[in-house]
């Protein structure tokens, strides 16, 4: 691995981290005191499929043919202390696609907001990521029969990285029921 893409690794994981310790997504409080809806018994591998399947579908949207970072979905704690100990969690896919072109990331964008509603997503923000200098684009959207939340973000090399489209697919909260 090159520096430059050691470099865009350890910014994705980094990434990644901060958004973990931020909660079990961006886009909803999942505190149990907050939480609007009961986790429900569910089994890892099925959420882990039911997450990197929605995600692999949010690659194909975009229609941007460039290198994706490795990794799949993976399995976190959820919720309270308590909740934590009692096996509630989450499954989170993080990844990016990057190795195009700014008019293709732009046209990958422009395709994911377009394409999300038709493939059963609520989009619920679309436009300017106000924490970038370029204020490039970020779509949040919910998928209306799974609750799978997606964040895309484009990351333009202006901000100082190589361009990409960083994603985050996040399952709600569930009662895992995989044995110990």
């Known amino acids: ?25 961006l886009m909803d409080d999942e505190s149990s005191s907050k939480r609007t809806y009961d986790p429900q018994p569910r089994t890892r591998p099925e959420v882990e499929k039911e997450v990197g399947d929605l995600s692999s579908r949010a690659l194909d949207m975009t229609q941007v043919k460039g290198k994706v970072t490795e990794g799949g979905p993976a399995t976190y704690p959820c919720g309270t202390s308590e909740e934590k100990k009692s096996g509630l969690r989450f499954v989170r896919h993080a990844w990016s696609v990057y190795g ?46 799974t609750h799978t939340q997606l964040e895309a973000r484009w990351m333009d090399s202006s901000d100082g990285g190589e361009n990409l489209i960083n994603f985050a697919v996040s399952s709600r909260c569930f009662k895992d029921t995989d044995p110990k």
């Open 100 to 145: 195009v072109d700014h008019d293709t990331l732009d046209k990958g964008m422009k395709n994911l907001a377009a394409q999300l509603p038709e493939n059963g997503w609520k989009v619920v923000k679309n436009g300017p990521n106000p924490n970038t200098e370029a204020k490039t684009p970020e779509v949040f959207a919910v998928h209306e029969a």
């Open 1 to 25: 691995m090159d520096r430059r893409n050691r470099r865009n690794a350890t910014a994705l994981a980094l990434l990644g981290a901060l958004t973990l310790a931020s909660g079990c997504t």
